[in-house]
């Protein structure tokens, strides 16, 4: 045989149909190539509201202000949402695992000695995490999960590294509940967005890509499934900007 099953199995990459082993190394071109631009593109491609969504994460997650607590932030490789853990919970730490080095590259230097040995930076694959079983109190993924090639065996390894007791929290793009508002927001994304990525990040093919593989991502009620599935218990969701993204919450008891 000259390829292994898992590379033969097909997977997608936007509205392209690959290999499941190709599809990782799609991803990770992605990001080695926006990895600069990216929290700019961020604020552009959503007028800021990205920050708003980040912020009622850490507001749900309420980690507390006087006890150490451990996070594991998982395709946060610039930082975002271990910056906000680790202002709203200053005896805490966290830990940022992204499979792209670029992506981590970038966190590096926008928050270099900022939090000093409070905050760790790890290359990893959300689907074989680098860490022993039970080793945080929370969990978090922001606009990455998406990404991943097998979103089964990256809830699995959420909740094999989350302590009894922990929680597992994921911010993603989700289906819009709004009449009217998907017809807009499915024109901006197509029509606009690459074109921005285009202009700001050089890479219009990247940006068009994460538009699609959100069109691919499960609807709200889906992925809540595949998060029971896991071994949450207490799943809920919440969705952000009439379903444009929703934080979804589980619980390992």
């Avoid at 680098?130 to 929370?138: A, K, T």
């Avoid at 009217?180 to 690459?194: C, G, H």
């Avoid at 921005?196 to 709200?220: C, H, M, N, T």
Wanted: one cysteine or more; hydrophobic letters at 45%.
């Amino acid at each position: 045989m000259t390829q292994d099953f898992a590379s033969r199995e097909a997977a997608s990459f936007g509205f392209r149909s690959v290999g499941a082993g190709e599809r990782q190394n799609l991803v990770n071109s992605v990001f080695a190539r926006v990895a600069n631009r990216y929290d700019l593109m961020n604020d552009l491609m959503s007028g800021g509201m990205h920050r708003l969504w980040k912020a009622d994460l850490i507001n749900w997650l309420a980690p507390s202000k006087r006890e150490p607590l451990a996070l594991l932030d998982v395709a946060g490789g610039t930082g975002d949402i271990a910056r906000r853990f680790l202002d709203a919970a200053p005896l805490s730490a966290a830990t940022i695992c992204d499979i792209s080095a670029e992506m981590l590259d970038a966190g590096r230097e926008k928050l270099a000695g900022r939090y000093g040995k409070r905050l760790a930076f790890v290359q990893g694959n959300a689907e074989t995490l680098p860490f022993p079983d039970r080793s945080f109190d929370f969990y978090t993924i922001a606009f990455g999960i998406r990404n991943v090639t097998q979103i089964e065996a990256a809830l699995a390894e959420a909740f094999r590294v989350l302590k009894r007791g922990g929680r597992f929290m994921c911010l993603e793009f989700s289906e819009v509940q709004t009449p009217m508002l998907d017809r807009v927001y499915d024109a901006y994304s197509f029509r606009v967005i690459p074109k921005l990525g285009a202009w700001v990040a050089g890479d219009g093919d990247a940006y068009r890509y994460l538009v699609e593989s959100i069109r691919r991502f499960p609807d709200q009620e889906r992925f809540a499934a595949m998060v029971r599935a896991a071994g949450f218990e207490r799943v809920q969701y919440r969705n952000l900007t009439g379903g444009i993204a929703a934080l979804h919450s589980g619980w390992r008891i």
